[in-house]
Structures are given as structure tokens and as C-alpha cells.
């Protein structure tokens, strides 16, 4: 069991059983009083946000989370099927549960399942993946309206702006976490 003082950005606890994770935290401590804990809170489930004010007797419980190496295998209409490592077993993870990491997926991409009680509720990716250039408009040499970058189309539809070598058909490497350029992959 957590305490309200164990509180903390990052923090992950079950509330009404329903897991979330603390997105800011600030201690207030007035001049006469208890001490309070202005936590905004995100429900992993539903995405959705809310602000609470916590006492210092106010206990909690640790969601009960674990993370699950699993294959990206495919998409199904609006929903994508993971396959488990260990048991081959398959899972459906809906567009807002994969969220903007739909951006970065290809097949047999091996990847963390987050799962809360047994039940899929997210996805983390590794921090780059690389990605083949579908589409990129040829770059005029002296063209500094757009400076030193020029907009390509990855194979997942991703957009991004790389350096004016990059050609089409080119493998790049891409920071999962920011959706940025990272270097050409041989």
C-alpha cells in the first residue's frame, strides 16, 4: 500500500479499481492544517484526466501492472493483433489503446504489452525502429524556404522531415519517443 507522501510523477496506483498513473504532483503544506498532495491523475484505461486533492492518511493501492514482450503482428480494421513470445497466444489492442505508436509499427516488430489484471491497456515501443521511405519530393539545391529539411512519407504513412539526402526506398532510423529523424540504417 502507498501513502499519500509516497506520492510522485510517474506513479502508478488503483483507484475505484481502475489503474492511473500520476501525470503532476505538488505538496501544499498550509499554515495551520494537514498537508495535501494535488495530484492529475490519467486513467490508463480511458485516457481521461481529472485533478484530485489527497490528505496525508489517504492510503492507495499499487495497480496491479506488468509489461509482456510481445510480436506486432498485424492490423485488423481498427484493431491491432500482438502474438504473445511465450504462449503464441493473440491480442487485440484497439487505435486509442496503441495510440501514436501506430505511427511506428511494422510487422514482427517486437514490442512491451502493458496489461493491467490481464487485460491489454497499452503498448511501448523500442526506442527506434527503422523505417523504409515511401515517398520523398525531390530537393532543389539552394531551396531555404524550407531549410535544411524536406517532408518524406514512411511506410506506416508517418510523415517526418529528414535531410535533403534521404531518397525514397531508403532505409532511416526513427526516435519512437519524439517522431524524429534519427540517421540513414545501411
Do not use: H
Not at 491523475?41 to 489527497?54: D, K, P, S, V
Not at 535531410?163 to 534519427?182: H, M, N, Q, S
Amino acid at each position: 500500500m502507498y501513502t499519500a507522501s509516497d506520492l510522485r510523477k510517474g506513479l502508478r496506483i488503483k483507484i475505484e479499481g481502475d489503474p492511473y498513473v500520476i501525470t503532476e504532483f505538488n505538496f501544499v503544506k498550509p499554515g495551520k492544517g494537514q498537508s495535501l498532495y494535488r495530484c492529475k491523475l490519467r486513467n490508463m484505461i480511458t485516457g481521461a484526466q481529472f485533478e484530485r486533492t489527497f490528505r496525508e492518511v489517504d492510503t492507495f493501492e499499487p495497480a496491479d501492472l506488468q509489461q509482456k514482450a510481445m510480436q506486432y503482428l498485424y492490423r485488423e480494421e481498427d484493431q491491432y493483433v500482438f502474438m504473445d513470445n511465450e504462449t503464441y497466444e493473440q491480442v487485440y489492442l484497439t487505435q486509442e489503446q496503441v495510440g501514436d505508436a501506430r505511427n511506428f509499427l511494422i510487422d514482427n516488430l517486437e514490442v512491451e504489452v502493458l496489461l493491467f489484471e490481464d487485460r491489454p491497456i497499452g503498448v511501448t515501443l523500442p526506442n527506434s525502429v527503422d523505417l523504409t521511405v515511401v515517398k520523398a519530393e525531390p530537393w532543389a539545391k539552394g531551396d531555404s524556404v524550407s531549410g535544411n529539411y524536406k517532408p518524406v512519407v514512411l511506410e506506416t504513412g508517418y510523415r517526418i522531415l529528414v535531410p535533403p539526402f534521404v531518397e525514397e526506398g531508403e532505409k532511416i532510423r526513427v526516435d519512437t519517443r519524439t517522431g524524429a529523424y534519427l540517421t540513414r540504417v545501411k
